[in-house]
C-alpha cells in the first residue's frame, strides 16, 4: 500500500510563491510517475503537472506553465510544486497522486489547501 502526504499549502497574496512537498511511501518510488492535481470550489479536479520517475520528463497544463515547477527528490521519495507568480485563480486544494502504469493515477494524497488573495 502506497501512502502520499502533502504539505506545504496556505495563504498568500498574489504574485506570491508556495512550495508544496509530497512524500511517499513505498519502494519503487523512482519508478512511477507523479503528478499534482487541483480542485477549486464548485469545479472538478484538474490535472496540473506531472513528473516522469526518473525526473526528466515533464508536463504541464497550460495555465501554469511558466509559473509552476514540478521536481522530485527519489533517494527522498518526495516530489514538489513550486508555485511562482501565484493568482488568486490559482486558490484550490492541490493533491499528491502517483501512477503505476500508463493512464490512470492509482494512489492520491489528502490534499493541501492553497489560497492566493488579491
Known amino acids: 500500500q502506497v501512502q502520499l502526504v502533502e504539505s506545504g499549502g496556505g495563504l498568500v497574496q498574489a504574485g506570491g510563491s508556495l512550495r508544496l512537498s509530497c512524500s511517499a511511501s513505498?519502494?519503487?518510488?523512482?519508478?512511477?510517475?507523479m503528478g499534482w492535481f487541483r480542485q477549486a470550489p464548485g469545479k472538478e479536479r484538474e490535472f496540473v503537472a506531472r513528473?516522469?520517475?526518473?525526473?526528466?520528463?515533464?508536463y504541464y497544463t497550460g495555465s501554469v506553465k511558466g509559473r509552476f515547477t514540478i521536481s522530485r527528490d527519489n533517494a527522498k521519495k518526495e516530489v514538489y510544486l513550486q508555485m511562482n507568480s501565484l493568482k488568486p485563480e490559482d486558490t484550490a486544494v492541490y493533491y499528491c497522486?502517483?501512477?503505476?502504469?500508463?493512464?490512470?493515477?492509482?494512489?492520491w494524497g489528502q490534499g493541501t489547501q492553497v489560497t492566493v488573495s488579491s
Open positions: 497522486a502517483l501512477r503505476l502504469g500508463t493512464g490512470t493515477y492509482d494512489y
Open positions: 513505498g519502494r519503487y518510488f523512482s519508478s512511477w510517475t
Open positions: 513528473i516522469s520517475g526518473s525526473g526528466d520528463s515533464t
